[in-house]
Structures are given as C-alpha cells and as structure tokens.
C-alpha cells in the first residue's frame, strides 16, 4: 500500500512536470527552447505513463488513474506532433 502511495505521487508529479513543459513549449517563441521543452514534457509523460502501465499491469489502477494515464498517453502524442512540426522528430 505505501508503494502505490507513492507511486501514485510520483506519476502526479511526472504529470505536472509533463503539463508545464508542454505549456511552456507552447507558448515558447524560441524554436530551440520550444523542442527542448516539448521534449521534456515527452520524456516526462512516458515516466508518468509507465507509473499507471505498472500499475495497471498488477491490476491496480483505478478508473480516475486510468484517465489520468489517458491524458498522459495524448499529452504524449501531442509531443511528438510537435516535434515532427519542428524537426525534432519522435526519437524515442
């Protein structure tokens, strides 16, 4: 139970890690500044994602975490819809 406590906090933080790189991305007139953060707010969002996947694959996860993860899974698309628009590719 106190591991799914924390997991639980750390794909929370992943998630809200993930949301203000992918915010500060957006709003980024810098090219370069804006695929480094498009790119972070990616590789937090797959951290996040693999918390609940984990989660999930015990047979724990919750429904409101398996919307959380949902939106992880489109933030992390949305990334690499970015990416691909910039040049900075789906790497990973």
Known sequence: PANNTIGDRLAGVYAS???TN???????KDRMAATRHWR??????????GV???KRARRALSEDE???MDVLTELFATCD????????????
């Open 81 to 92: 819809r970015a990416l691909t628009g910039l040049g900075g590719g789906p790497t990973k």
């Open 40 to 49: 972070e707010a990616r590789d937090w969002s797959r951290k996040g994602i």
């Open 52 to 54: 609940w996947a984990d």
């Open 66 to 68: 398996l919307r959380q």
């Open 17 to 19: 890690l993930a949301d």
């Open 22 to 28: 992918a915010t500060v991305a957006f709003a980024s």
